[in-house]
């Protein structure tokens, strides 16, 4: 049984660096082929896509926030992490990780920029 | 960047009536590996999206045989033949053949 769940700060304040991490069960991100991408939601809007890592350590990144995103993994404890800099209140929302191109999703964690 | 216009944003139907969602991209999502990464989702109020259909029209395991998907090049067409109360929600495809991998706009599915 494939799950994932993202845990972070909840709140955290302008220009502060968020630091998100993904703990997943079920599959291994050694595995050929294997991917982890965070997505994220703004209240009541769509969904973003911000980042890919994958099984041979390749990242993508969405261009429009490229510059402030890093992801990273953790293969033996079967996790994946993503941090994103000077965070502003317009990145408030709920940060998903998912495996591939959306097949499994985690819960969602609420992060809340607020001075 | 890839775009997904996605209609109707929203679609108001009865139990039991079939309605469909239409997914145009903006390039073709052929890959030059013969595959084409186009999936819908579905997010229920309160919940994560989960996977309805992967590469246009695999249903995935575990998911009603009403939902049906279809397409090619850049339109696609999620089918629900037969609404039940539990569908009710927001629609999404997302296509991962081009970075950065996008998301349509949403379909909301509503009871009339």
């Known amino acids: 049984q494939v799950t994932l769940k993202e845990s972070g700060p909840g709140i955290l304040q302008p220009s502060q660096t968020l630091s998100l991490t993904c703990s997943f069960s079920?599959?291994?991100?050694?595995?050929?082929?294997?991917?982890v991408g965070w997505i994220r939601q703004s209240s009541g809007k769509g969904l973003e896509w911000l980042a890919n890592?994958?099984?041979?350590?390749?990242?993508y990144y969405n261009p429009s926030l490229k510059n402030r995103l890093t992801i990273s993994k953790d293969t033996s404890n079967n996790q994946a992490f993503l941090k994103i800099t000077n965070m502003d209140t317009a990145d408030t929302a709920t940060y998903y990780c998912?495996?591939?191109?959306?097949?499994?999703w985690g819960q969602g964690v609420m992060v809340t920029v607020s001075s | 960047d890839v775009v997904l216009t996605q209609t109707p944003p929203t679609l108001s139907a009865t139990i039991g009536q079939s309605v469909s969602i239409s997914c145009r991209s903006s390039?073709?999502?052929?890959?030059?590996?013969?595959?084409?990464?186009l999936h819908w989702l579905l997010q229920r109020p309160g919940q994560s999206p989960q996977l309805l259909i992967y590469?246009?029209?695999r249903l995935e395991s575990g998911v009603p045989n009403r939902f049906s998907g279809s397409g090619s090049g850049t339109d696609f067409t999620l089918k629900i033949s037969g609404v039940e109360a539990e569908d009710l929600g927001v629609y999404y495809c997302?296509?991962?053949?081009?970075?950065?991998?996008?998301f349509g706009g949403g379909t909301k599915l509503e009871l009339k």
């Open positions: 998912a495996r591939g191109l959306g097949h499994y």
């Open positions: 079920g599959f291994s991100l050694s595995t050929y082929g294997m991917c």
């Open positions: 997302v296509q991962g053949t081009h970075a950065p991998w996008t």
């Open positions: 890592i994958w099984w041979n350590d390749d990242k």
């Open positions: 590469l246009v029209s």
């Open positions: 390039q073709s999502l052929l890959h030059s590996n013969g595959n084409t990464y």
